[in-house]
């Protein structure tokens, strides 16, 4: 099935009671049984629920992999993935990623005994370097956030078949459109869904997509006993915006690739981070596994004060100043004071994410107004 055609029937049936075509709300908490254990397979909504088994079946399906599952947020999502780990188990992740996955790393999970070690996995033989025989996941993230750096996925996941850990891949920045880990040889994929599977800024929503059955069990297992479900509402949320997942995210390629290409050419801007420019570092590698390179991008200015960069920041008017991506209104973000506040200064400086540093969500307003806006930013 081509993609428009799974995006827009991933996952709905017609509903059994009514027909209704679209996943009605099952706003519940239990579910009546006949005799004890006699069940149309729902007990009590932490462990099922139909809203939440639709949504689920349609992340399996857009990400090409047997299961799925939805977590209340993309952090909660990750924190599953940590809790399949023990005490002195190793980790090895990006060291140029979202910062909540590095606070839940190093200021949660550290003091449980996982131990973090981090790398740049831009280039995978950092990752073959770091691993022990203790190693037990390899968590990258591609593109970051928010240098918009690449790492290969296909090299990676041979390195982790060897190494015997699950490689799982941060694929919120992509969204299944562009890119599908599973398919390149990885063992999990996760999503903030509240990023472009939500679509619309209204939702907060994570996700795990597998394609081992003994993976997805221990993984329903966590879900469950932790409980970190999303309700019904938020999982027909995410189910609808999936629908138009297709037309949004190609809009929002178009016109990612026009904003870069007016950052780049203008006097005022020092350097672009878009990895669809062919002198990206790792754009044949983003050509390799990706299907476009989307609207997110960050930038500097030859002006490289903090002072700056907040004049622009406060300056849009169509784009809003404001933390999150992937929604279908722009958004400009100030990576050092917003999102990426919790990575101390030094290590965010070593990995090149400055104080000056100024990150867009390129939504899917007209493009026009997009580059005006920006152009009386800039100034
Ligand atoms: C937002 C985000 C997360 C965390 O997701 P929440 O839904 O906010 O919990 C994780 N990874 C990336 C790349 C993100 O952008």
Redesign the pocket.
């Given at each position: 099935m081509k993609l428009a055609t799974k995006y827009i029937h991933a996952g709905t049936e017609p509903d059994p009671s009514t027909g209704a075509i679209m996943t009605p709300i099952y706003q519940t908490s239990t579910y009546v049984q006949e005799a004890p254990g006699v069940n149309k397979g729902y007990e009590y909504a932490r462990s099922q629920n139909p809203t939440r088994k639709a949504l689920e079946d349609a992340y399996a399906q857009i990400e090409n992999g047997k299961f799925g599952l939805a977590f209340g947020?993309?952090?909660?999502?990750?924190d599953a993935v940590i809790k399949l780990l023990s005490p002195g188990d190793e980790v090895i992740a990006a060291n140029d990623?979202?910062g909540?996955?590095y606070r839940l790393f190093t200021k949660i999970f550290s003091k449980y005994g996982i131990r973090f070690t981090y790398v740049d996995t831009t280039d995978v033989n950092n990752i073959s370097k770091a691993i022990s025989s203790k190693t037990k996941l390899i968590w990258i993230?591609t593109p970051?956030?928010p240098l918009m750096n690449i790492t290969d996925i296909a090299a990676v996941a041979v390195i982790a078949k060897q190494a015997k850990a699950w490689l799982c891949v941060?694929n919120?920045?992509a969204s299944p459109y562009l890119q599908n880990p599973l398919d390149l040889g990885a063992d999990l994929v996760?999503?903030?869904?509240?990023?472009y599977l939500g679509g619309h800024s209204d939702v907060?929503?994570?996700c795990l997509m597998m394609n081992d059955a003994d993976l997805r069990e221990q993984l329903y297992f966590i879900q469950k006993s932790c409980g970190a479900v999303p309700g019904p509402m938020d999982c027909f949320l995410v189910l609808r915006g999936i629908k138009t997942l297709h037309i949004r995210m190609q809009r929002h390629c178009e016109n990612g690739e026009k904003v870069a290409q007016f950052l780049r050419n203008h006097p005022k801007v020092e350097r672009v981070y878009w990895c669809g420019f062919e002198d990206h570092h790792n754009h044949a590698i983003a050509k390799k596994q990706m299907r476009g390179f989307g609207g997110m991008m960050s930038f500097t200015m030859k002006d490289d004060s903090v002072e700056n960069a907040r004049r622009v920041l406060s300056s849009t008017k169509v784009f809003a100043l404001a933390e999150?991506?992937?929604g279908v209104e722009s958004l400009i973000n100030h990576p050092a004071s917003m999102?990426h506040a919790s990575i101390p200064r030094e290590e965010r400086i070593k990995n090149g994410l400055t104080d000056s540093l100024i990150r867009l969500s390129v939504g899917i307003e007209d493009v026009d107004d997009l580059i005006d806006d920006l152009n009386q930013a800039i100034g």
């Open positions: 947020s993309g952090v909660a999502a990750t990623m979202y909540g996955t993230e970051t956030n941060d919120t920045f996760m999503h903030s869904a509240t990023k907060i929503q994570g999150s991506l992937g999102t």
